[in-house]
């Protein structure tokens, strides 16, 4: 019936369905339009040309029209694919709200899951990866440390002198930009709002390091840093000036009191600009204006390499690698040392003590000063992933289960038609959701998590909005992501995979048991990670324990420490001992007060040495390092230290300069090992100066480490002291309860400006167990976590078995089996795989062992009583969690169970 | 080709129209648009496919295959809610268009 072969022709290219789509409907076009022209009398020649002449072109037409139903339909199948993802969406969603206690459990324990990583990354981030805001190309940056090697061992010091400063940025060529930088706390303004604040002390060519652009004002130059004063002008911090000074712009040139002298503000740094700190500062202030007026003696900061303070922070010239500033660096520091040695005696020598510098990272945590307590949060980490796993593993689980429960609705909908695939997408879309809304819960728990973590363990952690932070918001997602894609990837392989006619054919108490494999092997994942964590808890919990129990030597619980901020108002040397014994007098008057004496040396913070000199011994110096207190009376009774033998320094002697001394028994037994301490002769500070007798032996105390303390510790009259020191009070009852109220009340006796400050002792000796309760928080806090899951996941594990298999138990008690021997059948199985998971936690924790042995205090990482207790817990919770579905399938009724077939 | 917009928005409206009484084939739509202008506007056939394609993208059609009255397999058009809210609105517009071209003219 085709008269125009030519029109076929050119049709006939065949470009899929579209093309032939396109082409049927001109060909029936051309068809009709012919065959009308030629019942017009036509010839079938000229018919056709009519035909192609109305037409146009065809060949351009064609392509139009196959161009427009091409985008046509790619854009049907998009918006089909969305409607299906759509679809999906809304079925998982009313799937969920169907089943609303499993999507909460699922839901709470990703939560935690995710809560958890989110919390340790969030404090992670901030301690070694997140470079400080505005600093512009942070790899460039790097924080110079002294290296010196003092009794075989290299220490890395972040603290130097300003003209060593001001050496290394002269002599060295492969560094770009230098800035100096101290971060202090100062009082700011005056009277009663007089409150203390971070501040940076900064130099001028500080802000060359940041992209920064002040909001107000202006930063300060370099005629304003310029030593020996520089100008007293201060950049405020965004946070003080908007909260605090209430983000005035008539701020600027007006003057603001801190620490001991008024600044003219002359800028305000942007938003969240912190500088180099880890808390935002207050205000930023030339480093030559701050030094200058706290340290005392004007310039004399500027001028010995001995005041040992600031730290330095390069920018190498690109191209230049941290290794070849190192080098430079450390010939720029052997060449200062030179200068030194002409104008110190006693410098440090550069042959003795292997002089070098490095060029370390920027963030301190990473250099190499890092502390436990970083070394710890890296451990928390890798824990915190293991809770995930624990709780992915879980879910995977529960879903399993659920999924399994559904084979028969699955195999009729692949009966149906419904692609393997679509199948599988589903199911990952409902994992994806519960993870997301896991995801949700977890910022809010890492929220709340990381402020409580922050404030109790790790203070040099900046603080940072976690729902408004894209780097924690963006590791959230990740996160959501693989638990989703992790939880939901083992259902919905096994769901795919299912066999229709076997599913159809099944009952459904049959044929499902045999697949819960995937998930004994799942449990036995979860439940030997559980133990690694809860081992984990162990170690640091005894760690903890230990380091608490050490003795001291003092009672640190029932001690406060008073010191006095003198803030401008100038005191006589003799004024201000006169102020410290008020204080001293009025604080003996309280009530509350059992006993206060005057300290110079604060244990773990402030550290004295004098030079030494007994008769029969060369050298002191060689025997340890030995470290001087000067106290009035009381001062035993006031630290709860023990007076082994002799007399305690009396107040009388401590005011009249008596030369009498106590020394420690460690120190005893270093000086005069063969001999009686008591009526010894040491001469202090020079070997021609009178003795100074040895009235008594105090016990040995704590002042510098818990674990490695030589104890070598003298006490002198407090009269002999150089400097005021403060005073040290014991309480009756708790420290901390009391300090407010005697705070206030020496608060009275403070002159002028200054006032006074009252730390509970027990706080800096905290400082000291930090890293091992930040262990034993976290790892208690993730193992009981970790715990609960796998102790959920056990229960949901056994109560389907049991519920599978309630035929096969009904057959056994129709068969004789009594409720005892199904309890002990199902009891055993469950504790069986426990069991296997416990010795395979056991070995894994046996080789974790090496890693985690430096972080621990007093314990061996293989401590069997560890071992062994985390094992019996893990056990018994777990017959615990099985023991319900037990029973049930005890008591089952081997009657309706055969009947229900 | 100065004038191609106003042609196709045009051909639009004339091929709008052609559907209003239901369901047609390309060829019959083109039939009736060549008989209803008569020989006032010289339109290519080819245009009036362009236009049917275009529209049924744009969602105003849309197409299914059938048989024809010589059972012959066509497609047909069909319109859609929103192919006849499109045409209310295009023929009120040419309307108004037309009145207000004519207004000037008289005036003129």
Known sequence: MNHWPGIRRIFRLDRGEVQRGVDEELQFHFQMKVEELLRRGLSSVAARAEAERCFGDVTGTRDQLTTIDRSRERGEQRRERFGNAAQDLRWALRGLRMRPWFAAAVVVTLGLGIGANVTMFGVVDRLLFRPPAYLTRPAEVNRVYLMRTIEGRERAMAALAYPRYQDLSKWTATVAHSAAVFDNHLAFGTGELVQQLPVEEVSASFWSFFAARPVLGRFFLPDEDRAPTGTAVAVLGYDYWHTTLGGSTSVIGTQLRIGRQSYTVIGVAPRGFMGMDTEAPAAFLPITAAAAAEYGGGDQYAQGYGRIWMSMVIRRKPGVTAAQATTDLTNAYLRSNTVQQILQFGAPRADVEHLRALAAPLLAQRGPNQSSDSKVALWLIAVAAIVLIIACANVGNLLLARALSRRREVAVRLALGISRSRLAGQLLIESLLLATLGGI?????????????????????????????????????????????????????????????????????????????????????????????????????????????????????????????????????????????????????????????????????????????????????????????????????????????????????????????????????????????????????????????????????????????????????????????????????????????????????????????????????????????????????????????????????????????????????????????????????????????????????LIAARWIEPLLFGVSPRDPATLVGCSVLMLMIAAAASAGPALRAARVDPNSALRAE | MADLDLLQGTLDLLVLKALTWGPQHGYAVVRWVSETTEDDLQIQEGALYTSLHRMEKRGWLVSRWGLSDNNRKAKFYQLTPAGRRQLRRESERWSRYARAIARVLQTA
């Not at chain 1, 990670?529 to 903890?544: D, I, K, P, W």
């Not at chain 1, 001062?635 to 009249?656: E, K, L, W």
């Not at chain 1, 309760?773 to 594990?797: P, Q």
């Not at chain 1, 059948?825 to 070995?843: D, H, S």
């Open chain 1, 441 to 845: 819960l977890g910022l809010a728990i890492a929220d709340w998590g990381g402020t409580i973590i922050r404030r109790s363990f790790l203070p040099d952690a900046a603080a940072v909005s976690t729902w408004t932070d894209l780097r924690v918001v963006s590791f959230t997602v990740l996160a959501v992501l693989v638990a989703g894609a992790v939880a939901g990837i083992v259902p919905a392989i096994q769901t795919t995979r299912a066999d229709i006619t076997t599913a159809l054919k099944a009952g459904a108490q049959e044929g499902g048991y045999a697949r819960s494999r995937v998930r004994t092997v799942l449990l036995i994942v979860q439940g030997s990670l559980t133990l690694v964590l809860l081992v984990g808890a162990g170690l640091f919990v005894r760690s903890l324990q230990r380091a608490e129990a050490t003795h001291l030597g003092y009672d640190a619980s029932r001690v406060l420490l008073v010191g006095v901020g003198m803030r401008g108002t100038a005191l006589s040397d003799s004024a201000l001992q006169q102020l410290m014994w008020r204080m001293m007098t009025l604080a003996r008057e309280r009530p509350d007060v059992e006993a206060a004496a005057r300290i110079v040396s604060v244990p773990f913070q402030l550290s004295l040495e004098e030079r030494l000199f007994v008769s029969g011994i060369d050298s002191v110096t060689k025997l340890g390092s030995f470290d001087a207190q000067y106290v009035s009376g009381d001062y035993f009774r006031t630290m709860g230290t023990a007076i082994v033998r002799g007399m305690p320094i009396t107040d009388a002697q401590s005011t009249d300069s008596s030369r009498v001394m106590v020394v420690s028994q460690s120190m005893a037994r270093a000086l005069w090992p063969h001999a009686d301490p008591i009526g010894q002769c040491v001469r202090i500070r020079a070997d021609t100066v009178p003795c100074t007798w040895v009235i008594g032996v105090a016990e040995d105390i704590k002042t510098s480490s818990l674990i490695h303390d030589p104890g070598l510790m003298y006490y002198l009259p407090v009269g002999l002291a150089g400097s005021d020191g403060g005073v040290f009070i014991r309480t009756r009852g708790d420290a901390v309860l009391r300090a407010e109220a005697i705070r206030r009340a020496l608060q009275r006796t403070a002159p002028g400006e200054a006032f006074v400050r009252v730390t509970p002792f027990a706080s800096i000796i905290d400082h000291q167990t930090r890293s091992w309760r930040l262990g034993a928080t976290m790892f208690t806090v993730f193992g009981g976590l970790a715990l609960l899951v796998a102790a959920v996941g056990l229960y949901s594990v056994i109560a389907y078995g049991v519920a599978q298999r309630r035929h096969e138990m009904g057959v056994r008690m129709a068969l004789g089996a009594g409720g005892g021997d199904v309890l002990r059948l199902v009891l055993g199985q469950a504790l069986r795989t426990v069991l296997v998971a416990v010795a395979i936690g056991i070995a894994t924790a």
